[in-house]
Protein backbone atom coordinates (compact mmCIF):
# COMPACT_ATOMS: atom_id res chain seq x y z
CA UNK A 1 0.00 0.00 0.00
CA UNK A 2 1.08 3.57 -0.68
CA UNK A 3 1.36 6.15 2.42
CA UNK A 4 2.92 9.45 3.25
CA UNK A 5 3.40 10.27 6.82
CA UNK A 6 3.94 13.74 8.08
CA UNK A 7 4.76 13.42 11.56
CA UNK A 8 4.16 17.56 12.35
CA UNK A 9 0.64 18.64 12.14
CA UNK A 10 2.25 22.11 13.44
CA UNK A 11 5.81 23.48 13.12
CA UNK A 12 6.47 26.75 14.96
CA UNK A 13 10.04 28.40 14.05
CA UNK A 14 11.01 31.94 14.39
CA UNK A 15 11.90 34.42 11.30
CA UNK A 16 15.63 33.49 10.72
CA UNK A 17 15.89 30.32 11.34
CA UNK A 18 16.16 26.69 9.83
CA UNK A 19 13.15 24.88 9.09
CA UNK A 20 12.76 21.02 8.08
CA UNK A 21 9.38 19.57 7.43
CA UNK A 22 9.55 15.76 7.70
CA UNK A 23 7.89 13.46 5.46
CA UNK A 24 8.02 9.82 4.94
CA UNK A 25 6.48 7.27 2.60
CA UNK A 26 5.84 3.57 1.84
CA UNK A 27 6.01 2.81 -1.59
CA UNK A 28 7.62 -0.79 -3.01
CA UNK A 29 8.06 0.94 -6.67
CA UNK A 30 9.51 3.86 -7.80
CA UNK A 31 7.32 6.80 -6.94
CA UNK A 32 7.79 10.45 -7.51
CA UNK A 33 7.48 13.08 -4.90
CA UNK A 34 6.24 16.36 -4.68
CA UNK A 35 5.37 19.32 -2.12
CA UNK A 36 2.15 20.98 -2.19
CA UNK A 37 1.48 24.37 -0.02
CA UNK A 38 -1.54 25.90 0.93
CA UNK A 39 -1.08 29.95 1.84
CA UNK A 40 -4.09 31.24 3.46
CA UNK A 41 -6.71 32.07 1.38
CA UNK A 42 -5.11 30.69 -1.87
CA UNK A 43 -5.60 27.75 -3.43
CA UNK A 44 -3.01 24.49 -2.81
CA UNK A 45 -0.34 24.60 -5.17
CA UNK A 46 2.78 22.58 -6.30
CA UNK A 47 5.67 23.96 -4.62
CA UNK A 48 8.84 21.30 -5.99
CA UNK A 49 8.99 17.74 -7.37
CA UNK A 50 11.72 15.88 -6.69
CA UNK A 51 12.71 14.77 -10.30
CA UNK A 52 13.32 18.75 -10.69
CA UNK A 53 15.67 19.12 -8.34
CA UNK A 54 15.02 22.97 -7.99
CA UNK A 55 14.73 25.01 -5.04
CA UNK A 56 11.72 27.32 -4.95
CA UNK A 57 10.63 30.20 -2.47
CA UNK A 58 14.54 28.69 -0.84
CA UNK A 59 12.97 25.27 -0.32
CA UNK A 60 14.64 22.00 -1.32
CA UNK A 61 13.75 18.52 -1.03
CA UNK A 62 16.19 15.49 -1.36
CA UNK A 63 14.24 12.08 -2.39
CA UNK A 64 15.94 9.36 0.19
CA UNK A 65 15.26 6.32 -1.35
CA UNK A 66 17.32 4.20 1.64
CA UNK A 67 15.72 6.33 4.39
CA UNK A 68 12.44 6.70 2.17
CA UNK A 69 12.01 10.31 3.06
CA UNK A 70 11.34 13.58 1.00
CA UNK A 71 11.82 16.21 3.74
CA UNK A 72 11.45 19.90 3.00
CA UNK A 73 14.51 22.25 4.27
CA UNK A 74 14.68 25.48 4.26
CA UNK A 75 17.79 27.52 5.98
CA UNK A 76 16.50 30.95 6.83
CA UNK A 77 12.70 30.91 7.64
CA UNK A 78 10.37 33.99 6.05
CA UNK A 79 6.77 34.71 7.86
CA UNK A 80 5.72 34.35 3.95
CA UNK A 81 6.50 30.70 4.65
CA UNK A 82 3.51 29.97 7.30
CA UNK A 83 1.00 27.54 5.69
CA UNK A 84 -0.45 24.25 4.94
CA UNK A 85 2.41 21.62 3.71
CA UNK A 86 1.43 18.82 2.15
CA UNK A 87 4.06 16.01 1.03
CA UNK A 88 2.41 13.51 -1.80
CA UNK A 89 3.49 10.78 -3.86
CA UNK A 90 2.61 9.39 -7.39
CA UNK A 91 3.18 5.64 -8.11
CA UNK A 92 3.74 6.55 -11.85
CA UNK A 93 0.59 4.96 -12.22
CA UNK A 94 -2.02 6.08 -15.49
CA UNK A 95 -4.21 8.77 -13.89
CA UNK A 96 -1.38 11.20 -12.22
CA UNK A 97 -2.90 9.89 -9.30
CA UNK A 98 -1.43 11.67 -5.80
CA UNK A 99 -1.42 9.91 -2.34
CA UNK A 100 -1.16 12.70 0.06
CA UNK A 101 0.13 13.18 3.40
CA UNK A 102 -1.75 14.43 6.50
CA UNK A 103 -0.02 18.22 6.00
CA UNK A 104 1.54 20.14 8.40
CA UNK A 105 1.01 23.87 9.32
CA UNK A 106 3.89 26.04 9.86
CA UNK A 107 3.89 29.44 11.43
CA UNK A 108 6.86 31.47 11.13
CA UNK A 109 6.81 34.13 13.75
CA UNK A 110 8.54 37.47 14.25
CA UNK B 1 -8.02 31.63 -18.02
CA UNK B 2 -9.68 30.57 -14.72
CA UNK B 3 -7.64 27.35 -14.37
CA UNK B 4 -10.27 25.48 -12.02
CA UNK B 5 -13.53 26.56 -11.22
CA UNK B 6 -15.81 24.86 -8.43
CA UNK B 7 -19.48 25.71 -8.00
CA UNK B 8 -20.38 26.38 -5.05
CA UNK B 9 -18.11 27.81 -2.63
CA UNK B 10 -20.51 27.00 0.59
CA UNK B 11 -23.67 24.88 1.05
CA UNK B 12 -25.62 23.25 4.03
CA UNK B 13 -27.61 20.10 3.54
CA UNK B 14 -29.54 18.26 6.00
CA UNK B 15 -29.02 14.65 6.23
CA UNK B 16 -30.72 12.61 3.59
CA UNK B 17 -30.50 15.54 1.24
CA UNK B 18 -28.75 14.99 -2.18
CA UNK B 19 -26.67 17.80 -4.27
CA UNK B 20 -23.81 17.66 -7.15
CA UNK B 21 -20.91 20.19 -7.35
CA UNK B 22 -19.41 21.67 -10.53
CA UNK B 23 -15.63 21.70 -11.39
CA UNK B 24 -14.81 23.43 -14.48
CA UNK B 25 -11.49 23.92 -16.40
CA UNK B 26 -10.39 25.63 -19.02
CA UNK B 27 -6.99 24.50 -19.38
CA UNK B 28 -8.04 21.31 -21.85
CA UNK B 29 -6.86 19.35 -19.04
CA UNK B 30 -7.49 15.34 -19.57
CA UNK B 31 -7.51 14.14 -15.86
CA UNK B 32 -9.61 15.54 -13.52
CA UNK B 33 -10.33 14.56 -9.74
CA UNK B 34 -12.16 15.13 -6.55
CA UNK B 35 -10.62 15.09 -3.15
CA UNK B 36 -11.59 15.69 0.14
CA UNK B 37 -9.85 17.52 3.23
CA UNK B 38 -10.28 16.52 6.57
CA UNK B 39 -8.33 17.70 9.84
CA UNK B 40 -5.50 15.39 10.84
CA UNK B 41 -6.33 13.71 7.42
CA UNK B 42 -4.50 15.78 4.40
CA UNK B 43 -6.57 15.12 0.77
CA UNK B 44 -8.17 11.89 0.27
CA UNK B 45 -9.16 10.90 -3.87
CA UNK B 46 -12.60 9.98 -4.02
CA UNK B 47 -13.34 9.78 -8.22
CA UNK B 48 -10.82 10.85 -10.97
CA UNK B 49 -11.63 10.38 -14.51
CA UNK B 50 -8.84 9.97 -17.00
CA UNK B 51 -10.96 11.53 -20.05
CA UNK B 52 -14.23 12.23 -21.37
CA UNK B 53 -16.98 9.93 -20.62
CA UNK B 54 -14.53 7.86 -18.10
CA UNK B 55 -14.44 7.73 -14.41
CA UNK B 56 -12.77 5.80 -11.63
CA UNK B 57 -12.95 5.10 -7.87
CA UNK B 58 -10.40 6.44 -5.57
CA UNK B 59 -9.52 5.63 -2.33
CA UNK B 60 -12.83 6.82 -0.03
CA UNK B 61 -15.33 6.86 -2.93
CA UNK B 62 -18.32 5.62 -0.92
CA UNK B 63 -21.45 7.66 -1.40
CA UNK B 64 -20.54 9.78 -4.05
CA UNK B 65 -21.36 9.38 -7.76
CA UNK B 66 -19.34 11.15 -10.48
CA UNK B 67 -19.95 12.28 -14.39
CA UNK B 68 -17.53 13.18 -16.74
CA UNK B 69 -19.98 13.80 -20.26
CA UNK B 70 -17.97 16.87 -21.47
CA UNK B 71 -13.89 17.16 -21.44
CA UNK B 72 -13.93 20.53 -19.28
CA UNK B 73 -16.18 19.21 -16.59
CA UNK B 74 -16.54 17.13 -13.77
CA UNK B 75 -19.76 16.07 -11.34
CA UNK B 76 -19.76 14.73 -7.80
CA UNK B 77 -22.78 13.91 -6.79
CA UNK B 78 -24.26 13.27 -3.29
CA UNK B 79 -27.11 11.15 -3.35
CA UNK B 80 -27.94 11.10 0.60
CA UNK B 81 -25.70 13.11 2.43
CA UNK B 82 -24.64 12.59 5.85
CA UNK B 83 -22.65 14.08 8.69
CA UNK B 84 -19.48 12.30 8.06
CA UNK B 85 -19.43 13.81 4.47
CA UNK B 86 -18.96 17.25 5.96
CA UNK B 87 -15.83 18.09 4.42
CA UNK B 88 -13.91 20.78 2.26
CA UNK B 89 -14.23 19.02 -1.21
CA UNK B 90 -11.52 20.21 -4.02
CA UNK B 91 -11.29 19.39 -7.55
CA UNK B 92 -8.15 19.39 -9.75
CA UNK B 93 -7.06 18.84 -13.04
CA UNK B 94 -3.51 17.31 -14.68
CA UNK B 95 -2.59 17.08 -18.44
CA UNK B 96 -1.56 13.87 -20.01
CA UNK B 97 1.67 13.64 -19.74
CA UNK B 98 3.66 11.26 -22.23
CA UNK B 99 6.48 9.27 -20.33
CA UNK B 100 7.02 8.25 -16.84
CA UNK B 101 6.29 11.02 -15.01
CA UNK B 102 3.46 12.88 -13.42
CA UNK B 103 2.06 16.02 -13.90
CA UNK B 104 1.47 19.28 -11.81
CA UNK B 105 -2.28 18.98 -10.39
CA UNK B 106 -3.66 22.23 -10.94
CA UNK B 107 -6.39 22.89 -7.67
CA UNK B 108 -9.32 24.79 -7.90
CA UNK B 109 -10.25 26.78 -4.63
CA UNK B 110 -12.76 24.56 -2.72
CA UNK B 111 -16.66 23.77 -1.99
CA UNK B 112 -16.99 23.61 2.12
CA UNK B 113 -19.96 21.46 2.65
CA UNK B 114 -21.41 21.34 6.25
CA UNK B 115 -24.14 18.34 6.37
CA UNK B 116 -26.56 18.66 9.77
Known amino acids: AQRVTQPEKLLSVFKGAPVELKCNYS??????LFWYVQYSRQRLQLLLR??SRESIKGFTADLNKGETSFHLKKPFAQEEDSAMYYC????????????FGAGTILRVKS | NAGVTQTPKFRVLKTGQSMTLLCAQDMNHEYMYWYRQDPGMGLRLIHYSVGEGTTAKGEVPDGYNVSRLKKQNFLLGLESAAPSQTSVYFC???????????????FGPGTRLTVL
Open chain 2, 92 to 106: ASSYLKSGSSTDTQY
Open chain 1, 50 to 51: HI
Open chain 1, 27 to 32: YSGSPE
Open chain 1, 88 to 99: ALSPRERGNKLV
